[in-house]
């Protein structure tokens, strides 16, 4: 199972629109990719995790973003920032 930030698919929402190959943005018409990358899960609050690493789809837009890099394998990331996709 993948998940997305919640700030991700919340931007979908507002910059994508879905058509009969996928999800293209609103402005450019280009497609809507996402990387995946595992991310640590840190909750504890003194800056530890529990060594869980989640894969997390980051999403971009193709057209406005096209050089878009995800975050490095294992990057920290609270919990409460993901969305189960």
């Known amino acids: 199972m ?3 930030l919640r700030e991700h698919s ?22 809507i990719s996402f990387f995946e990358s595992g991310r640590s899960i840190h909750d504890f609050g003194i800056g530890a995790g529990s060594g869980e ?13 096209p050089d878009y890099q995800p975050p490095p394998y294992g990057t920290p990331i609270q919990e409460s920032e993901l969305l189960e996709g």
């Open 2 to 4: 993948a998940w997305i």
């Open 10 to 31: 919340a931007w979908l929402k507002e910059h994508g629109r879905q058509d009969e190959t996928g999800w293209v943005c609103q402005t450019t018409g280009a497609d």
């Open 53 to 65: 690493v989640r894969p997390v789809l980051h999403l971009y837009c193709t057209g406005c973003n």
